[in-house]
Structures are given as C-alpha cells and as structure tokens.
C-alpha cells in the first residue's frame, strides 16, 4: 500500500498550560512500523476575542504529522502517540491535560488537487476556569529523554498512564476511582523500585536491613 502523509488535530482541556511562545515539538518514532517517525506538536490555544486585557489560555492542541496508509490509520498511530506523550506531560506538570480528542484529518500530498479528510465537531466545553500552571517544555523533553532510554520503560508507562487516569479522577465524588489508579499505578512501578533497590544487594541482605 502506498503512503500517504497526513496531518492529524486533536484537541483538550487541559490543566496546565504552555506559555503563548511555548511549545513542544518532538519526532516520535512508533515501535513497530518502519516509517520515519511522527512529528508532534503540543501549544495551548488563547481566546484573543474574549474581551479581556489578557486572552485566557483555552485548549491544549496537538497537531501530528506523517506518513500512514489511510485516515484510519493516520487517526488511530497519530492519536495513540499524541495519547502517550500527553500522559507524560500530565506528569511533569503533575495537571491534568485531559483526553485529546480527534478535530480533522487530511492529506497533504502537494502533487493532487483533491485532499481527502475527516473532520469531528466536538463540543465547546465552557471556560469555568482559567488554568495558570506553566508547562515547562524542556522538562518535558528532558523526561521523555530519560523514559526512552530506561530498561524499564514499559512498566514506568504503564505507571504514567494509571497517574494520568487519577489525575483525570481528581475531583469530589470520584475518590474511589481516583484512589483505584493510584494504586494500580504503585503496583506498577514497585517492581522497578524493588529491582532498583536490589542492584548490588541480595533479597536476603534486603530482608535483614528491613528487620523482615
């Protein structure tokens, strides 16, 4: 089949915000296929006709770019990935950025003159609160650094991913749920403490200086 590059937008309400002259821009490179790697983009967009001396932040929008073999597809990998770095930078600001969800998708073959796309209409979530946290986008990329290269990737994802759900759970009434993810989130990462804290020790040197 052959390739196509597409051009894929998501959009969410998010927590934390990147600065007007923010942004984090990445190559994300998804295991298993051979084409060259995703371009990702994540800003915040501003309300410049709110009518305030300052335009309050609104949306994290993401825009990801590549090669895929169809809309399907571009929608689903393209998505996936803005999925997964926007969980990390759930983290790194400690602030829900929410779930991006699917805006348009289309083509953008220079040599037709017809593109095809997909366009969503999601529905426009009122601006109760103006979020002021900063997301600081070399943090951000510092982190995703470190995760690519660490032999427990997986399983820190998998911690990432149950953190990001609690946060998304952090409100009154949903503390059961909230509480369920932390904990599974914990159960995650506690193989990778555990191994950690076992380099260069025995189980049983571990259990005699924990008085087990």
């Known amino acids: 089949t052959k390739m196509k590059t597409y051009v894929v937008v998501l959009r969410s309400r998010g927590s934390a915000v990147f600065y007007p002259n923010d942004a984090l821009s990445l190559n994300y490179i998804v295991q298993g296929r051979e084409q060259a790697p995703i371009t990702l983009t994540f800003a915040t967009t501003y309300d410049a ?24 597809d571009a929608g689903e990998v ?11 930078i759930s983290v790194a600001a400690n602030a829900s950025m929410g779930v991006p969800a699917l805006e348009l998708i289309f083509d953008v073959d220079p040599e037709k ?13 009122p601006l109760m609160a103006v979020p002021g946290r900063r997301i600081d986008p070399e943090l951000v990329r510092s982190l995703i650094q470190a995760l690519a290269i660490h032999p427990e990737r997986q399983r820190i994802q998998r911690a990432i991913a149950q953190y990001t759900e609690a946060l998304q759970s952090w409100h009154p009434g949903r503390e059961i749920s909230c509480l369920a993810h932390l904990y599974m989130g914990i159960e995650a990462i506690t193989e990778v403490v555990l191994r950690n804290h076992l380099a260069g020790r025995s189980e049983q040197e571990l259990a005699s200086e924990w008085c087990v």
């Open 49 to 72: 006709n709110s009518g305030f001396d300052v335009a309050p932040p609104r949306d994290l929008l993401v825009e990801a770019r590549g090669s895929a073999e169809s809309l399907h």
């Open 78 to 88: 393209f998505g996936n990935a803005a999925l997964s770095i926007s969980a990390i």
């Open 113 to 125: 003159e017809e593109h095809e796309f997909l366009q969503s209409f999601n529905p426009e979530q």
